[in-house]
Nanobody, 122 residues
Framework: QLQLVESGGGLVQPGGSLNLSCAASGFSLDSGAIGWFRQAPGKEREGVSCISTSDGTTYYSDSVKGRCAISRDNAKNTVYLQMNSLKPEDTAVYYC???????????????WGKGTLVTVSS
């Protein structure tokens, strides 16, 4: 059964860091793409970052560029999102999503995790 499970969220103070994980099971991360999206209360879902699992090409939204790094460990079938210099506006539920064939991220990706909550507050 194909499954994505996010972890690593939590409460962090402004300026702090978190490392989110997206563990995949039922398929291997050797083609396609994994994306990180977030949705804050009362707001639309927003694309955050994307990585092609075949060649490692990455993408970052302007809102996180320079503060986040996406990486993959194909041996562990896991994608990570290292988030630094966190701001209160980064507060949201973070989701990972996968496409097994297309090396691009988009809102209609076929496989989604259930999300992990990130709260940035003092």
């Amino acid at each position: 059964q194909l499954q994505l499970v996010e972890s690593g969220g939590g409460l962090v103070q402004p300026g702090g860091s978190l490392n989110l994980s997206c563990a995949a099971s039922g398929f291997s991360l050797d083609s396609g793409a994994i994306g990180w999206f977030r949705q804050a209360p009362g707001k639309e879902r927003e694309g955050v970052s994307c990585i092609s699992t075949s060649d490692g090409t990455t993408y970052y939204s302007d809102s996180v560029k320079g503060r986040c790094a996406i990486s993959r460990d194909n041996a562990k079938n896991t994608v990570y999102l290292q988030m630094n210099s966190l701001k209160p506006e980064d507060t949201a539920v973070y989701y990972c999503a996968a496409d097994l064939a297309t090396p691009l991220c988009y809102y209609g990706m076929p496989y989604w995790g259930k999300g992990t909550l990130v709260t940035v507050s003092s």
